[in-house]
């Protein structure tokens, strides 16, 4: 077992990330330990219900737990008020109240939804995040921010709501696809570049061998999620430190919307952080070698293969609106060296120079 705190500023208790595989199994006695109410909601899409929903109650009932299931559409659609709506109707349904407690098991979606639910659910009930895919283990299911979306953006409507325990299997990640890896595994190579050279030293050894040697991938999911929760709670609410979690995205984000949202979000952010790599080079003297080095170890995962046709002018406009944005000038996430990150103003042509395409 892996374990490490996540300090809460301000705050006598923190909370704690598990990792082993196959911890699944054991959610029931984890979460005995915790002290948490007998009634349990976990709330699941589709898939992953299907998938690992009657493992996950099992585990759940040998803990003494009484745990049901809810399941909504896979997809970032289900992050709506239609959705938190009608499932706080079904948890009344079926009897939730406020000693009741919700189970996040699935994706950064079902993350998101779910925290977001149990931050207004009688005015807050405990969560508990058991992330099944590689970019939620490694980050959306650390620190805490949940959100929904409207059709004007998304995560337009979020919260701050810690949750209990982290729980993370690496052997979900077994039935997960290759397009979904890619977008855990931007957000690895990211924690890597802004926090810590070494996590990409050993990316670069272990790399064929990722996902197929369990113990390498345990190391490198608790590498990476440590990361995040070492940022997070130096910093529980948006500010500056937490900005260097940007790295790649800001680009990233516009390529996204300029596709249509067609390119994969990790994707994206690949072609964000290549990009971020060249303009460190020319503005905060990150040395070409490490430059070259960054963009192979990218190259080489195979996350910037594809790029579609994009217009420029919609690229930069979808810059341009970043909410990331400050007085007219763009602000983006840079490296003085690997694992040294900084924010720094970005002129718009230099910009033009490095747009991917
Ligand atoms: N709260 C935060 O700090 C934070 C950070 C980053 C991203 N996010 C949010 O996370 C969301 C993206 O999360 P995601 O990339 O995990 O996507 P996702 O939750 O949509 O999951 C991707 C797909 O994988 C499937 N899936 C999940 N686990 C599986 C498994 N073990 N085996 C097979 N299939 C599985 C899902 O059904 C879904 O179709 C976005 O909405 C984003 O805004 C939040």
């Not at 559409?73 to 938190?84: A, D, F, I, L, T």
């Not at 990211?190 to 061998?209: E, P, Q, Y």
């Amino acid at each position: 077992m892996r374990e490490l705190t996540v300090a809460l500023p301000g705050r006598d208790a923190g909370y704690r990330i598990r990792l082993a595989p196959g911890l699944r199994h054991h959610l029931g006695a984890e979460l005995a330990a915790l002290g948490l109410p007998r009634r349990l909601f976990v709330v699941s899409d589709h898939t992953v219900a299907r998938l690992y929903g009657p493992q996950v109650l099992a585990a759940l009932a040998a803990g003494g737990f009484e745990a049901h299931l809810l399941a909504v559409p896979p997809g970032e659609r289900s992050k709506s008020w239609g959705r938190v709506t009608a499932l706080t109707r079904e948890l009344l349904a079926r009897g939730a109240d406020r000693t009741t407690a919700l189970v996040a098991l699935g994706g950064g979606v079902v993350g998101d939804l779910t925290g977001f639910l149990a931050s207004l659910f009688m005015r807050g009930v405990p969560l508990i995040q058991v992330p099944t895919t590689l970019l939620a283990m490694v980050d959306a299911a650390i620190g805490g921010k949940t959100a929904i979306n409207l059709p004007e953006a998304k995560n337009l409507l979020g919260t701050f709501h810690q949750p209990r325990l982290v729980a993370i299997d690496p052997e979900f990640l077994a039935t997960l696809s290759a397009r979904e890896r890619r977008n855990g595994l931007a957000e690895i190579l990211k924690a890597g570049f802004i926090r810590d050279a070494g996590l990409l030293s050993f990316l670069t050894r272990v790399r064929s061998s990722l996902f197929s040697d369990p113990e390498t991938l345990s190391q490198v999911i608790f590498r990476a999620a440590a990361i995040k929760a070492d940022i997070v709670s130096a910093d529980e609410r948006e500010a500056d430190l937490r900005r260097l979690l940007n790295f790649g995205h800001t680009l990233g984000h516009a390529l996204e919307a300029a596709s249509r949202y067609r390119l994969p979000h990790g994707e994206a952010v690949a072609h964000g952080m290549m990009a971020a790599l060249e303009l460190s080079r020319r503005l905060t003297g990150l040395p070409e070698t490490a430059r070259d080095e960054g963009r192979r170890l990218i190259w080489d995962f195979g996350l910037t293969r594809r790029l579609p046709r994009l217009a420029r002018e919609e690229v930069l406009a979808a810059l341009f609106r970043d909410k990331k944005r400050q007085a007219g000038e763009l602000w983006f996430v840079l490296l003085r060296e690997i694992g040294v990150a900084v924010v720094h103003p970005v002129p718009r042509d230099l910009l033009e120079e490095v747009l991917p395409g």
